[in-house]
């Protein structure tokens, strides 16, 4: 395992896990929301993102959190070894996304760019209520029929992020 791809809902916990996993497999650990977006929530013009993006994907070993775009995603996934799809529960990332914006926010991730504050807009909870509906419904399927040699892992739970982690120890 090289390259990892992780994706899920806000809130679900792929920030937090994908620090685990980089250090437990000394793996470079890129979080898309730090690249995507510029200083103040600001989008990079398209060419850009994907120059940005292209960057990334060519380097020989990562894990790369996070979902931005979707045409990014199919690309990310061609060249996984490797994605790991955190599928818990809506209302469970709901309530994290509500009670990370209102507590202290754990500033080792860096996981995005400068004065990109925890906020809670209308475009991040309407990205969080379509989620699987525009994304994983659609291009999961449609990933894993062009490129079967790609592993997926699906977590539904914190517990199985925990088991998939104790296990690679042993």
């Keep these: 395992m090289q ?3 992780i994706v899920g809902l806000p809130g679900a916990g792929k ?7 980089a250090k437990q497999l000394q793996l470079p650990l890129y979080h898309i929301d730090r690249y995507y977006w510029k200083p ?6 398209p060419h850009e993102w994907k120059a940005i993006h292209q960057k990334l994907i060519e380097q020989p070993a990562w894990i790369i959190e996070g979902c931005a775009i979707k045409s990014s995603f199919i690309e990310r996934f061609a060249v996984a070894d490797l994605v790991i799809y955190f599928k818990l529960p809506r209302w469970l990332c709901l309530w994290r996304m509500i009670k990370r914006r209102f ?5 080792s991730l860096q996981d995005r760019p400068a004065n990109c504050s925890e906020g809670l807009p209308w475009r991040l909870i309407k990205y969080m209520l379509l989620f699987d ?6 291009f999961l ?8 040699n790609v592993s997926v892992v699906i977590f ?7 088991i998939f982690l104790r296990n690679l120890k042993s």
Excluded: C
């Design 40 to 45: 103040n929530w600001q989008k990079h013009q």
């Design 3 to 5: 390259r990892i791809m």
């Design 133 to 138: 509906s525009a994304l994983m419904r659609v």
């Design 15 to 21: 920030s937090t896990f994908s620090a685990k996993l």
């Design 156 to 162: 539904r739970s914190d517990e199985d992020a925990n």
């Design 141 to 148: 399927p449609q990933a894993q029929s062009l490129y079967p």
């Design 103 to 107: 507590s202290s926010r754990d500033l």
